[in-house]
């Protein structure tokens, strides 16, 4: 099994990621007012690009859902909007029900978290970051395990109540391409 370099965990099978995907970033991240739509407007980088379906996700077998990995490691570039485009592909297949269902719920607000950081917008990334921990605070309770898809939900839980006191005070330019805004390894899997 191969490894991305930028995940440090397992490639998965799916035919749709392939080497490109792990190196090739768009050339900015998307922050509402301030970047074309990627999608709407003809100079968005995704502009006119339709991809695959995606694969549901499978938490004990993680590694082969692509969008999932791919989200993570958009999220970890500072491309959030990206992310959270990633991950609601494999939100919608999931028919947005069931525990798998709420951690991707969670992690799509999170992106957006960081989208509003992106917009200096702290209120609303206080009130979002507020709905992820709900999220995972339910998925935790109706897990066994203290892992899930390959994350570890009570170290993640810390790591976001830990943000939650300093949301406020995290800095952004929305004009830079692309901006790193939430901490570092918010996501290590584990």
Same mark, same amino acid.
Not at 2 to 30: D, H, I, T, V
């Given at each position: $099994? *191969?490894?991305?370099?930028?995940?440090? $965990? #397992?490639?998965?099978?799916?035919?749709?990621?392939? +080497?490109? $995907?792990?190196?090739? %970033?768009?050339?900015?991240? %998307? !922050?509402?007012?301030? /970047?074309?739509?990627?999608?709407?407007?003809?100079?968005?980088?995704? =502009?006119?690009?339709?991809?695959?379906?995606?694969?549901?996700?499978?938490?004990?077998?993680?590694?082969?859902?692509?969008?999932?990995?791919?989200?993570?490691?958009? =999220?970890?570039?500072?491309?959030?909007? &990206?992310?959270? &485009?990633? /991950?609601?592909?494999?939100?919608?297949?999931?028919?947005?029900?069931?525990?798998?269902?709420?951690?991707? @719920?969670?992690?799509?607000?999170?992106?957006?978290?960081?989208?509003?950081?992106? +917009?200096?917008?702290?209120?609303?990334?206080?009130?979002?970051?507020?709905?992820?921990?709900?999220?995972?605070?339910?998925? +935790?309770?109706?897990?066994?395990?203290?892992?899930?898809?390959?994350?570890?939900? &009570?170290?993640?839980?810390?790591?976001?109540? +830990?943000?939650? *006191?300093?949301?406020? =005070?995290?800095?952004?330019?929305? *004009?830079? #391409? !692309?901006? @790193?805004?939430?901490?570092?390894?918010?996501?290590? #899997?584990?």
């Amino acid at each position: $099994m *191969e490894y991305s370099l930028r995940l440090g $965990m #397992p490639r998965p099978k799916g035919s749709c990621y392939n +080497q490109s $995907m792990a190196s090739s %970033f768009p050339p900015y991240s %998307f !922050v509402p007012g301030y /970047w074309p739509h990627p999608t709407r407007d003809t100079d968005g980088h995704s =502009f006119n690009h339709s991809g695959a379906k995606a694969l549901p996700l499978d938490p004990k077998s993680w590694t082969d859902c692509p969008d999932y990995l791919r989200g993570i490691e958009l =999220f970890d570039n500072g491309y959030y909007w &990206e992310a959270h &485009e990633s /991950w609601e592909g494999v939100w919608l297949v999931l028919g947005r029900k069931g525990d798998t269902a709420l951690l991707l @719920k969670a992690l799509i607000k999170l992106a957006a978290v960081g989208v509003k950081v992106r +917009q200096q917008a702290p209120g609303a990334a206080r009130s979002l970051l507020g709905q992820v921990q709900g999220h995972l605070t339910a998925l +935790q309770s109706s897990t066994t395990s203290g892992r899930y898809a390959g994350l570890h939900l &009570e170290a993640l839980g810390h790591r976001l109540s +830990q943000l939650h *006191e300093k949301i406020e =005070f995290l800095e952004s330019d929305p *004009e830079l #391409p !692309v901006q @790193k805004v939430l901490p570092e390894g918010l996501l290590a #899997p584990q």
